[in-house]
């Protein structure tokens, strides 16, 4: 078993008037059932409304199944006595950064999980100086948060996740708010821990181009798992994808559009250099004098 | 104008004063503030003013930054000074229809207007120089005796820590919306206060709301991180008394006792 | 000719340590029913620019002239302008507060002291022109999606019946399929309306595919200005000030670079999807 599995998982959304009688009711996740390995890095698709960030307030007890169940690390998310286990393994990063924040000095706001948990003052400081230095924000660790970034900001949401030691680390949109400087630097910073830290990554998101070096990439659609495979085996089906509201990076649509078209191109082009391997020698038989496959 | 208010902002410099245990600056304000209450001649003053310009130089922070403060209280000021002046009996000094001048009145007015301008100062010196997190700490402390007669400190201080971080947020989101609002033709100037008090509306919904929101918005970040209270909470910057501290003590026990002195000499 | 801005200059926290140029020597015109994509990166002056185009914002020196008028003169009326330029700010959350959403796009016409019924009749219109459906504008505007309550920030400016309309990231937090939407709509308006639009973005990808100009900010500086091909063209300058221009000029400047004779001037994928048939065709 992962670190992350769920069965047969359904969540509803009730909504209740005045008088407590279910008025409405909103199936917001229905029968998903996932096993997330521990050491990978996985993104979530889907538009929004989706499911998929309601999927991600399941994964540490935010919010409990209607039906089926969620372990985290083997622990039933709906045993009351696993929660502080569970929001400690599977720690959470929201979309706004400004409402996380819960310091007024960086370093302070990084201490806040530790704290909670009873650690040693020792060992606090000593958990807060890895957290920021592996996210690359020790420099900032006496500025105020509002004087930062919003990259910065989720840089130092996720040094406030990483001080729990945690095995996981969700991240439900967390580049939604931000330019594109900001999402480069998230990402980045993500690929990090989980290369160097063996953190296990749960990316939401519908920034498709933040997706293609994921070990694996999962799309939800009306609360259902519709798609399961690596981004080239996903971002093959360009037409599936688009019906489910989303889109794929230009690249591997120029190339699925050219594949439409005839040409021989491979399945699930992610990246330029793949493209243009594939396009140069098309064009070299082409215009054999004035292409060249090589240059300086 | 929100801007300018200078109580309740942290100075983030490193002095002997922003080095000081929170509850050390925090039982020196209340020292001060009854000290001014006491000092009724000139010659207290100018100990309170020695002790206040020496607590400044000390601290770091840019007179020009801490008197920026008073821009808030200016309106106050003014009305307390003029009651004072005109309304206190005594040797008349000069007289406009039935207003009177009194050479009383001036005294106690600028008494009045030194001892309020000092109290101002004399607190921000104290959050300029505490992070907002050292002075709830120092609060939930020092108060701590509270909790036994059912008082939730540890709850509050958590909640004052929150808002002054939310402060700034808000603030530029207010400016935002009202921005907004003007591009819609929106008009928060002109007309009369019941009118004024109407063109609130559109102001105010959109803040309430986004303040809901950011308030269970970080309720759930908080629960994620683990926090349920104060019961079993270590903390990263507990509070020790240092050297320095017990010197604090003993220069206000010295100041104090000047106060007192001159107050009862002169 | 709709806007003429000269030499506008703006600081922020003028006197005061962290004094700095928000607008810097900022000039350009913007012609009647023009599609401009406003670029830059956060911080780079382009909020603080739009907030100068419907006089938000003062600058400290230069000169703007709406249609000719120079709007800084004395007795200009500045509430009239807002109505003829209209900015939709980039959260629909900061505008919306009345109980539903018909009544919230009355907001603006009223302010204009229009009669009850032209104001009705515009908020219908508005309404129908961001394809917003009938059956929420009894709603309240909070319990919309994302998509719909910047329909209904739209349609709140849009009722005034602006000349210009100024949108300030309209598609951030959307879906890709909201995103498209959302454009298409606003592309709809240009086309159908003969509106002068401003698009403030991030996105090189959405501005290449919509605008017929482009104006590029970075530090309170205009940098560059001009057709998308031909900014793009500038991508290494681009990416230096941490924009970078749509993944498309990277792969003709890379074909190019490699001697295939493909034309420069391609900025979306159905451009080159043709360009690159017709080469091998």
């Given at each position: 078993m992962g670190i992350i599995k769920a069965s047969r998982l359904i969540y509803d959304y009730v909504r209740r008037d005045e008088a407590d009688q279910v008025e409405e009711v909103s199936r917001a996740i229905d029968e998903l059932t996932l096993d997330i390995q521990k050491g990978d890095f996985v993104a979530i698709l889907g538009h929004n409304g989706s499911g998929k960030s309601t999927f991600a307030k399941q994964l540490n007890g935010i919010l409990l199944p209607t039906d089926g169940t969620v372990w985290i690390s083997g622990m039933d998310t709906r045993d009351d006595s696993c929660i502080w286990d569970i929001r400690k393994t599977a720690g959470m990063v929201f979309q706004n950064p400004d409402n996380q924040i819960i310091g007024n000095i960086v370093e302070e706001d990084v201490g806040f999980g530790p704290e909670n948990l009873g650690v040693?003052?020792?060992?606090?400081?000593?958990?807060?100086?890895?957290?920021?230095?592996?996210?690359?924000?020790?420099?900032?660790?006496?500025?105020?948060?509002?004087?930062?970034?919003?990259?910065?900001?989720?840089?130092?949401?996720?040094?406030?996740?990483?001080?729990?030691?945690?095995?996981?680390?969700?991240?439900?949109?967390?580049?939604?708010?931000?330019?594109?400087?900001?999402?480069?630097?998230?990402?980045?910073?993500?690929?990090?821990?989980?290369?160097?830290?063996?953190?296990?990554?749960?990316?939401?998101?519908?920034?498709?181009?933040?997706?293609?070096?994921?070990?694996?990439?999962?799309?939800?659609?009306?609360?259902?798992?519709?798609?399961?495979?690596?981004?080239?085996?996903?971002?093959?089906?360009?037409?599936?994808?688009?019906?489910?509201?989303?889109?794929?990076?230009?690249?591997?649509?120029?190339?699925?559009?050219?594949?439409?078209?005839?040409?021989?191109?491979?399945?699930?082009?992610?990246?330029?250099?793949?493209?243009?391997?594939?396009?140069?020698?098309?064009?070299?038989?082409?215009?054999?004098?004035?292409?060249?496959?090589?240059?300086? | 104008m929100i801007r300018d208010i200078t109580l309740g902002q942290y100075y983030p410099v490193d002095s002997v004063i922003h080095r000081l245990d929170p509850r050390t600056k925090l039982f020196g304000t209340l020292v001060f503030i009854v000290s001014l209450f006491l000092a009724d001649n000139l010659a207290a003053y100018a100990v309170a003013t020695l002790f206040l310009a020496v607590v400044i130089r000390l601290s770091h922070v840019p007179v020009s930054f801490i008197v920026r403060g008073l821009k808030a209280i200016v309106v106050i000021l003014l009305i307390s000074v003029s009651f004072n002046m005109f309304l206190t009996p005594g040797t008349v000094l000069f007289q406009l229809?039935?207003?009177?001048?009194?050479?009383?009145?001036?005294?106690?007015?600028?008494?009045?207007?030194?001892?309020?301008?000092?109290?101002?100062?004399?607190?921000?010196?104290?959050?300029?120089?505490?992070?907002?997190?050292?002075?709830?700490?120092?609060?939930?402390?020092?108060?701590?005796?509270?909790?036994?007669?059912?008082?939730?400190?540890?709850?509050?201080?958590?909640?004052?820590?929150?808002?002054?971080?939310?402060?700034?947020?808000?603030?530029?989101?207010?400016?935002?919306?009202?921005?907004?609002?003007?591009?819609?033709?929106?008009?928060?100037?002109?007309?009369?206060?019941?009118?004024?008090?109407?063109?609130?509306?559109?102001?105010?919904?959109?803040?309430?709301?986004?303040?809901?929101?950011?308030?269970?918005?970080?309720?759930?970040?908080?629960?994620?991180?683990?926090?349920?209270?104060?019961v079993g909470r270590t903390k990263m910057k507990p509070l020790k008394y240092a050297r320095q501290d017990r010197i604090g003590y003993l220069v206000y026990a010295v100041y104090f006792a000047a106060v007192l002195a001159v107050r009862a000499v002169l | 000719?709709?806007?003429?801005?000269?030499?506008?200059?703006?600081?922020?926290?003028?006197?005061?340590?962290?004094?700095?140029?928000?607008?810097?020597?900022?000039?350009?015109?913007?012609?009647?029913?023009?599609?401009?994509?406003?670029?830059?990166?956060?911080?780079?002056?382009?909020?603080?620019?739009?907030?100068?185009?419907?006089?938000?914002?003062?600058?400290?020196?230069?000169?703007?002239?709406?249609?000719?008028?120079?709007?800084?003169?004395?007795?200009?009326?500045?509430?009239?302008?807002?109505?003829?330029?209209?900015?939709?700010?980039?959260?629909?959350?900061?505008?919306?507060?009345?109980?539903?959403?018909?009544?919230?796009?009355?907001?603006?016409?009223?302010?204009?002291?229009?009669?009850?019924?032209?104001?009705?009749?515009?908020?219908?219109?508005?309404?129908?022109?961001?394809?917003?459906?009938?059956?929420?504008?009894?709603?309240?505007?909070?319990?919309?999606?994302?998509?719909?309550?910047?329909?209904?920030?739209?349609?709140?400016?849009?009722?005034?019946q602006p000349e210009v309309l100024i949108l300030d990231e309209p598609t951030a937090g959307l879906d890709p399929k909201g995103r498209d939407e959302i454009l298409d709509e606003i592309s709809a308006l240009h086309k159908e309306k003969r509106l002068t639009i401003i698009l403030v973005s991030h996105s090189m990808e959405d501005v290449a595919r919509y605008a017929d100009r482009l104006l590029v900010m970075n530090r309170g500086e205009k940098l560059f200005d001009g057709p998308p091909k031909e900014v793009f063209s500038h991508y290494r300058e681009l990416e230096a000030i941490g924009l970078a221009a749509p993944q498309i000029t990277y792969i003709v400047q890379d074909l190019r670079r490699h001697g295939v004779p493909i034309a420069e001037d391609i900025t979306t994928v159905e451009e080159a999807r043709d360009e690159i048939l017709r080469l091998l065709g």
């Amino acid at each position: 078993m992962g670190i992350i599995k769920a069965s047969r998982l359904i969540y509803d959304y009730v909504r209740r008037d005045e008088a407590d009688q279910v008025e409405e009711v909103s199936r917001a996740i229905d029968e998903l059932t996932l096993d997330i390995q521990k050491g990978d890095f996985v993104a979530i698709l889907g538009h929004n409304g989706s499911g998929k960030s309601t999927f991600a307030k399941q994964l540490n007890g935010i919010l409990l199944p209607t039906d089926g169940t969620v372990w985290i690390s083997g622990m039933d998310t709906r045993d009351d006595s696993c929660i502080w286990d569970i929001r400690k393994t599977a720690g959470m990063v929201f979309q706004n950064p400004d409402n996380q924040i819960i310091g007024n000095i960086v370093e302070e706001d990084v201490g806040f999980g530790p704290e909670n948990l009873g650690v040693p003052t020792d060992e606090i400081w000593r958990r807060v100086d890895e957290s920021l230095e592996a996210v690359g924000m020790t420099a900032y660790r006496l500025k105020s948060p509002n004087k930062l970034s919003g990259g910065q900001k989720q840089r130092v949401a996720i040094a406030g996740v990483m001080a729990m030691r945690p095995e996981c680390i969700i991240l439900d949109e967390p580049t939604a708010m931000l330019d594109p400087t900001g999402r480069r630097e998230v990402i980045a910073t993500l690929h990090d821990l989980n290369r160097k830290e063996g953190i296990t990554v749960l990316l939401i998101t519908h920034y498709m181009e933040e997706v293609i070096d994921a070990d694996r990439v999962i799309v939800m659609d009306d609360g259902h798992l519709v798609m399961d495979g690596t981004p080239r085996q996903v971002f093959s089906r360009v037409k599936e994808l688009k019906t489910y509201r989303l889109d794929v990076p230009q690249v591997t649509e120029l190339a699925w559009e050219l594949k439409q078209a005839g040409l021989p191109l491979p399945d699930g082009i992610l990246t330029m250099e793949e493209l243009m391997g594939a396009l140069l020698p098309l064009m070299k038989e082409k215009f054999p004098e004035q292409v060249s496959l090589e240059v300086e | 104008m929100i801007r300018d208010i200078t109580l309740g902002q942290y100075y983030p410099v490193d002095s002997v004063i922003h080095r000081l245990d929170p509850r050390t600056k925090l039982f020196g304000t209340l020292v001060f503030i009854v000290s001014l209450f006491l000092a009724d001649n000139l010659a207290a003053y100018a100990v309170a003013t020695l002790f206040l310009a020496v607590v400044i130089r000390l601290s770091h922070v840019p007179v020009s930054f801490i008197v920026r403060g008073l821009k808030a209280i200016v309106v106050i000021l003014l009305i307390s000074v003029s009651f004072n002046m005109f309304l206190t009996p005594g040797t008349v000094l000069f007289q406009l229809g039935f207003l009177k001048l009194t050479w009383e009145g001036l005294k106690i007015a600028g008494f009045m207007a030194l001892r309020l301008i000092y109290l101002v100062i004399g607190s921000s010196v104290m959050t300029l120089t505490t992070t907002p997190n050292e002075l709830t700490d120092g609060l939930e402390k020092s108060l701590g005796f509270l909790n036994k007669v059912g008082v939730p400190v540890h709850e509050v201080s958590m909640m004052m820590s929150i808002a002054l971080r939310f402060i700034p947020i808000l603030v530029e989101e207010t400016d935002k919306i009202m921005k907004a609002q003007m591009a819609r033709g929106a008009d928060f100037e002109t007309g009369n206060l019941i009118q004024k008090a109407k063109s609130m509306v559109p102001l105010l919904v959109p803040l309430f709301i986004s303040a809901f929101r950011r308030a269970t918005d970080l309720a759930m970040a908080m629960e994620a991180r683990c926090y349920h209270g104060g019961v079993g909470r270590t903390k990263m910057k507990p509070l020790k008394y240092a050297r320095q501290d017990r010197i604090g003590y003993l220069v206000y026990a010295v100041y104090f006792a000047a106060v007192l002195a001159v107050r009862a000499v002169l | 000719m709709a806007i003429r801005a000269e030499h506008l200059n703006y600081l922020y926290g003028a006197g005061t340590v962290y004094e700095q140029y928000a607008l810097k020597d900022v000039s350009f015109q913007i012609q009647d029913g023009e599609f401009i994509g406003l670029i830059g990166h956060t911080g780079s002056g382009k909020s603080t620019l739009i907030q100068h185009l419907n006089g938000l914002l003062r600058a400290e020196s230069g000169a703007l002239y709406y249609n000719n008028e120079n709007i800084y003169q004395d007795g200009y009326d500045m509430r009239g302008l807002r109505s003829k330029v209209g900015l939709v700010f980039q959260y629909p959350e900061h505008q919306l507060f009345e109980v539903d959403v018909f009544s919230d796009v009355c907001f603006g016409p009223k302010n204009q002291g229009l009669s009850k019924a032209e104001v009705e009749q515009r908020a219908r219109e508005a309404l129908i022109q961001v394809g917003l459906d009938e059956r929420f504008w009894q709603q309240s505007p909070f319990e919309l999606s994302g998509g719909q309550k910047r329909r209904v920030a739209i349609a709140g400016v849009l009722a005034m019946q602006p000349e210009v309309l100024i949108l300030d990231e309209p598609t951030a937090g959307l879906d890709p399929k909201g995103r498209d939407e959302i454009l298409d709509e606003i592309s709809a308006l240009h086309k159908e309306k003969r509106l002068t639009i401003i698009l403030v973005s991030h996105s090189m990808e959405d501005v290449a595919r919509y605008a017929d100009r482009l104006l590029v900010m970075n530090r309170g500086e205009k940098l560059f200005d001009g057709p998308p091909k031909e900014v793009f063209s500038h991508y290494r300058e681009l990416e230096a000030i941490g924009l970078a221009a749509p993944q498309i000029t990277y792969i003709v400047q890379d074909l190019r670079r490699h001697g295939v004779p493909i034309a420069e001037d391609i900025t979306t994928v159905e451009e080159a999807r043709d360009e690159i048939l017709r080469l091998l065709g």
